[in-house]
């Protein structure tokens, strides 16, 4: 919307934060802590988004305090020779440094204040053979797990975990863990300061500008409208679009809502007000990927962790490095399906050393009855291999030799023909041993498999104080973005665990950042 004469404005403040994942949280934060007037606006009835779901909940934020304490003996110049050699020029260096150089100074920031605390969690990067890699994990920490005794009032607050919302399990009682325990430190943190204002099921639909500022914004709470005008700035940090199969196809990102692992409010409106109001954008095609288990009601959900099995095509033939790390993995598979090479499902493959449950130890929406897998036509067991590739429907020799194939490497402990193994997130999750593990004592089971995200990381092209940029290059006045609503200085690559997280709150405390020095 152009123009505000004559505006009804319902409500003003300092900063207007749309979305409430780790970078909402963290703008929000930093604006309250600086004394600004701030209001959160959450577009669905849980705070958290996307973050709330992640199971680890980590940044990867080289060199920080807490890997400093830990005697880390990693530099910032490594960790950013590691950083551009996998991204490339996709991305702006300025962008690129700065994500890398900023989040230690962040937590320092994030430190001082005693609700937020820091753990280490070690996670290898993923492209471990790339320059400067750390394959010790020691560029990666999370939010330590919070008793829920702490903030009782946040516990039904807060989205998530994946099995409450699609399973229908009971909200944890004892402790908020991993992405839910950042939202709630946060959150704890922010209700320290009456200068901060959180709502709910309050979506951001359109931005005011004036004179090329953005002034305010419209926002929708159960179809009702109001204007809230902004004295510094609006920052959108309301996730991806991956929950919109409409912009999906428009944007030509692989998959479908359905198989997202991104929160229900990840809908893409804040994307679409910021190019309505003239913002440039980049990377509208690609998305955080993952191989996707298939559960009975359908849906393909992120899956790691195989202690076991390969994947087949429709042929009977592997056609990717399972243990590869889940965005690569991802990649590969995406690219076959387009080119034709593969159709879904693929198929895990495996034996009954550890019965007929899949070898996937984090399966992020748990595994339910197997009679419902069974029912549903996606998990078949059979006494050989043949027997199975006909209940599979791929030829049966070709199958067979797979498995004696495979079987071989794993009796040599190398992987001639993908490499697995080869690589450090290989064997992150067998204690450094081979992820080679024979398919060899009967009867053998197939489990079908998709293809799934963490949400799109493409959207609003921003410089380095995360100030949204028009289609000549400009900043766009009063407007910021962050995280999934922003185009990712990773660009297409997934450089290591905790990146869209990272990205996100780094992004969202420069944007609070570069207000206060502009109200200077």
């Given at each position: 919307m152009d123009g505000h004469s004559g505006m009804d404005w319902t409500d003003e403040c300092d900063v207007l934060v749309a979305g409430s994942g780790g970078g909402g949280v963290t703008g929000a934060y930093t604006a309250?802590?600086?004394?600004?007037?701030?209001?959160?606006?959450?577009s669905t009835d849980k705070f958290g988004g996307t973050t709330a779901y992640s199971g680890g909940g980590g940044v990867w934020f080289p060199c920080n305090p807490v890997l400093q304490r830990a005697g880390t003996d990693d530099t910032i110049e490594d960790a950013l020779t590691y950083y551009r050699a996998v991204v490339g020029d996709r991305t702006p260096r300025e962008l690129q440094e700065t994500f890398v150089r900023g989040g230690a100074p962040l937590i320092e920031y994030l430190e001082r204040d005693p609700d937020i605390k820091?753990?280490?969690?070690?996670?290898?990067d993923y492209y471990g053979k790339a320059p400067k890699a750390r394959l010790d994990g020691q560029r990666h920490i999370a939010a330590k797990p919070l008793k829920v005794a702490a903030a009782p009032e946040l516990r039904d607050a807060i989205r998530g975990p994946l099995d409450t919302d699609r399973l229908g399990a009971p909200t944890p009682a004892d402790y908020y863990?991993?992405?839910?325990?950042?939202?709630?430190?946060?959150?704890?943190?922010i209700g320290q300061y009456p200068n901060a204002s959180l709502r709910r099921d309050t979506a951001l639909v359109e931005l005011v500008v004036s004179d090329g500022r953005v002034v305010g914004a419209i926002v929708d709470s159960w179809g009702k409208r109001s204007a809230i005008r902004t004295r510094l700035g609006v920052l959108l940090a309301a996730g991806g679009f991956e929950g919109n199969d409409e912009l999906r196809r428009r944007y030509g990102v692989p998959g479908h809502a359905q198989d997202t692992m991104g929160g229900p409010g990840s809908l893409g409106q804040a994307l679409t007000a910021g190019i309505a109001a003239g913002a440039d954008t980049d990377l509208l095609d690609q998305a955080w990927w993952s191989p996707g288990m298939t559960h009975p009601d359908g849906r393909s959900a992120f899956a790691l962790w195989f202690t076991g099995g390969i994947f087949v095509n429709q042929d009977g033939d592997r056609?990717?490095?399972e243990s590869r790390a889940y965005d690569r993995a991802g990649r590969e598979i995406i690219a076959q399906l387009q080119d034709g090479s593969l159709t879904l499902p693929y198929w895990m493959i495996y034996d009954n050393r550890e019965g007929e449950v899949p070898p996937v130890k984090a399966a992020n929406v748990s595994i339910v009855e197997t009679r419902k897998y069974v029912d549903a036509g996606l998990w078949h067991t059979a006494d050989t291999l043949?027997?199975?590739?006909?209940?599979?429907?791929?030829?049966a020799d070709r199958l067979t030799a797979t498995v004696a194939r495979f079987n071989e490497f794993a009796a040599s402990g190398v992987d001639e023909d993908f490499g697995r193994g080869d690589e450090a997130f290989d064997r992150a999750f067998s204690g450094g041993a081979s992820p080679l593990v024979p398919i060899d004592s009967p009867p053998f089971h197939a489990a079908a498999?998709?293809?799934?995200?963490?949400?799109?990381?493409?959207?609003l092209r921003t410089d380095a104080a995360a100030r949204v940029l028009d289609m000549a290059g400009n900043a766009i006045p009063g407007l910021y973005a962050a995280g999934n609503t922003m185009a990712a200085p990773s660009g297409t690559?997934?450089?290591g665990g905790g990146n869209p997280i990272g990205t996100s709150m780094l992004f969202s405390h420069l944007a609070v950042r570069d207000m206060l020095r502009r109200r200077a």
């Open positions: 309250a802590r600086e004394g600004l007037n701030v209001l959160l606006i959450e820091f753990v280490l969690l070690p996670w290898p863990v991993g992405g839910r325990a950042l939202i709630a430190r946060f959150l704890k943190a056609f990717v490095n043949a027997g199975l590739a006909d209940k599979i429907g791929v030829p498999f998709g293809i799934s995200d963490l949400g799109t990381k493409g959207g690559a997934y450089p």
